[in-house]
């Protein structure tokens, strides 16, 4: 070996991602999993109320069928943004700090 020569070294691995992996895999399920649920709701309750508005019923009958689609599609839409909101906190929350 000449003087000048370093001896050869392996590369150094890639340093690992700081912070919560499992944090921020759970974060972003939720926050997936939110937004399909608030999607799918709003579009269904969206759908059911243009037919039932589309039919051209009562004011009192279309009132009442408009409550039940706020029960049975805001309850899940509720829960989705929950979902979203909780999911974007566990994700910032598990990300390292500066």
């Known amino acids: 070996m000449s003087e000048g020569a370093a001896p050869s070294q392996p590369p150094l691995p ?4 700081p912070g919560n992996g499992a944090g921020r895999f ?5 926050v997936v999993a939110g937004v399909l649920i608030c999607l799918l ?3 269904c309750s969206f759908v059911f109320g243009a037919v039932v508005i589309g039919e051209g ?3 009192g009958d279309i009132a009442g069928l408009l409550v039940v689609i706020a029960i049975f599609g805001g309850i ?5 943004l929950v979902s979203t909101i909780v999911g974007v906190g566990l994700y ?3 990300r390292a700090s500066p």
């Open 41 to 43: 709701s709003g579009l």
């Open 92 to 94: 910032r929350a598990s």
């Open 57 to 59: 019923g009562k004011g």
């Open 76 to 80: 899940p839409f509720a829960g989705g």
């Open 26 to 30: 759970f974060g972003g399920l939720l």
């Open 14 to 17: 890639p340093p690992a991602r």
